[in-house]
């Protein structure tokens, strides 16, 4: 694997271990069984930092959800009509030649765009869509194609997505906590800036400079030494406090998330200009005319090849939902995703790229019939995505030295805010995915 690539962690061909089953409900704490590292796609695990039709914010379907209408969730992918007349080989060739062809012309999109921000992020996007497709497709059916080539060349099709990715992520997350402060406050920008000039009081101006000790205290855990950094102010209202300190505490955010797209921004174009994206490019190139596919796939019919291959993906999807703990997750507020631990996300983050596999390993197969439920996992997982790396990013700011109390809590309100927002992303992903029994009905 190239630097800076990013690619699978195991083979595809590996056994895989954990219970089978999509509606099992296990709470084993820990990586999920056969949840591999898939398609890494961004800095955040695929964060695409722009919704478009694959990526849309969390919003549930009118589709009928497993269990209501006798289909089998569980069950194997679909076969499309045409799979039966057709080679693998020609299959997946013509898969692969439309995203390649579709991955170029959004990168001739993206150089014409020119100064036009709104185009150049949407051409960015849909090449990210492509590179995703084509990624996912060498990996899950990576027994058909020249092994070493798809490796290699989903491994810098992983780094450019990811490049590309992180301007858009930075730009979205402070979208979403501006308007996360302003939710929780009740107030504008300019009306939480006069709120925190009268909130300081007599500490003037040098409030930030002189409360190193509440800021020290809430790098452990931005919720909790929240509430303690307020009582030095001594505004027993934690309305008040709040309201004080949203003001600095979007202020920070602003600067520290500017400066981190900034910085991607110019990565982006750093990448875009260098021999190694060309490389890449001329890869794609030649994809999108001659597919190396191995000798067996031109030999095997598609009917057979390809769906056992599909059914892999899918059983490794299940495998790794098994695992998570659902059965505590069915409940609302139940207050287990508080905890800013990494770890417990990890698992929901990996079944979030199993989805997104098992669905383009669908979409292959059977072009025709989409999954919506497979759509709406999706969403609510990236929903969760969006919200664990907001609150990441909240507690890393109240790690600034030298933050006023106020602008801590502040900060504490939002983080615990955003992991509230992670519990909830748990709870719709689990009623998408669980039948519905009688007593959960409602």
């Not at 960015?124 to 899950?140: E, H, K, V």
Request: charged fraction near 25%; charge should be neutral; include cysteine.
């Amino acid at each position: 694997m190239t630097p800076g690539g990013a690619g699978v962690a195991q083979r595809h061909d590996q056994p895989t271990g954990g219970p089978a089953g999509r509606t099992g409900i296990g709470y084993e704490p820990g990586g999920a069984p056969g949840a591999r590292a898939a398609v890494v796609d961004g800095p955040y695990g695929g964060n695409d930092g722009m919704y478009g039709p694959d990526d849309a914010p969390y919003a549930p379907v009118t589709a009928s959800r497993s269990g209501d209408d006798g289909t089998d969730r569980g069950a194997a992918p679909d076969i499309g009509a045409d799979l039966a007349s057709r080679t693998a080989d020609e299959v997946l060739a013509d898969y692969l030649h439309q995203q390649s062809a579709d991955f170029l012309r959004s990168l001739r999109l993206h150089r014409e765009s020119g100064s036009d921000a709104e185009g150049a992020g949407e051409a960015a996007w849909q090449l990210r869509r492509a590179a995703r497709r084509i990624s996912a497709t060498l990996y899950t059916f990576r027994p058909l194609t020249e092994e070493a080539w798809a490796d290699q060349l989903r491994s810098e099709l992983g780094w450019l997505s990811g490049t590309l990715a992180r301007e858009q992520a930075c730009a979205a997350r402070r979208e979403r906590l501006m308007a996360a402060l302003q939710r929780l406050t009740g107030r504008g920008p300019e009306r939480s800036d006069r709120g925190d000039r009268t909130g300081r009081g007599e500490r003037g101006k040098r409030g930030d400079r002189t409360t190193a000790g509440p800021a020290t205290s809430s790098a452990s855990s931005p919720a909790s030494s929240a509430a303690s950094s307020a009582a030095p102010g001594g505004d027993p209202d934690p309305d008040g406090a709040l309201s004080a300190g949203a003001a600095r505490a979007g202020a920070l955010l602003d600067r520290q998330l500017t400066l981190a797209r900034t910085r991607a921004h110019s990565a982006a174009l750093q990448a875009l200009g260098s021999s190694r994206f060309h490389a890449v490019a001329d890869s794609v190139a030649v994809l999108a005319s001659e597919a190396p596919l191995a000798r067996t796939a031109a030999e095997l019919p598609a009917d057979e090849a390809l769906p056992p291959l599909a059914e892999q993906a899918h059983r490794r999807l299940t495998e790794a939902v098994a695992a998570l703990p659902l059965s505590r997750a069915g409940y609302p507020y139940n207050a287990a995703a508080l905890a800013a631990d990494q770890r417990q996300d990890a698992p929901w983050h990996q079944v979030r790229m199993l989805v997104r596999l098992s669905r383009y390993a669908r979409e292959l197969i059977a072009p025709e019939a989409g999954d919506l439920l497979l759509a709406e996992a999706g969403r609510a997982l990236e929903w969760h995505r969006d919200a664990a790396e907001a609150a990441a990013a909240a507690a890393a700011a109240a790690r600034t030295p030298r933050i006023a109390p106020a602008t801590a809590y502040a900060l504490g309100v939002l983080h615990a805010d955003q992991r509230h927002e992670v519990e909830a992303a748990r709870f719709a992903f689990g009623r998408v995915w669980l039948p519905r029994t009688p007593d959960r009905k409602g």
